[in-house]
C-alpha cells in the first residue's frame, strides 16, 4: 500500500522529492501516513477534499485482497 500510496502523490506535487510515505501494519489494519511539501498540501486534498476521497478509495479497494482495513492519513 505504501508504494501506491507514494506513487500518486508523487504524479500530484511540485516538489516529489519532499513525499514521505510511512506504514505501520497491525492484525486487522494498515495505517499510511503521507506527508507532502506545504505548497503542495492543497493539490493532495483537492477541492473540498474530493482528491484525498480518491485517494482512500483506490487504496481501499487495493486492499481488499488482504481483508485488512487501510487508513490513509495526510499529515501536515
Given at each position: 500500500?505504501?508504494?501506491?500510496?507514494?506513487?500518486?502523490?508523487?504524479?500530484?506535487?511540485?516538489?516529489?522529492?519532499?513525499?514521505?510515505v510511512?506504514?505501520?501494519?497491525?492484525?486487522?489494519?494498515?495505517?499510511?501516513?503521507?506527508?507532502?511539501?506545504?505548497?503542495?498540501?492543497g493539490?493532495?486534498?483537492?477541492?473540498?477534499?474530493?482528491?484525498?476521497?480518491?485517494?482512500?478509495?483506490?487504496?481501499?479497494?487495493?486492499?481488499?485482497?488482504?481483508?485488512?482495513?487501510?487508513?490513509?492519513?495526510?499529515?501536515?
Amino acid at each position: 500500500m505504501k508504494e501506491l500510496v507514494q506513487v500518486i502523490a508523487m504524479s500530484l506535487v511540485d516538489h516529489p522529492e519532499e513525499v514521505v510515505v510511512t506504514e505501520t501494519e497491525t492484525d486487522k489494519s494498515i495505517i499510511v501516513e503521507l506527508k507532502v511539501a506545504p505548497e503542495d498540501m492543497g493539490k493532495v486534498i483537492g477541492k473540498q477534499g474530493r482528491i484525498a476521497k480518491s485517494i482512500r478509495t483506490v487504496v481501499k479497494a487495493a486492499a481488499t485482497k488482504d481483508d485488512k482495513k487501510v487508513v490513509v492519513e495526510i499529515l501536515q
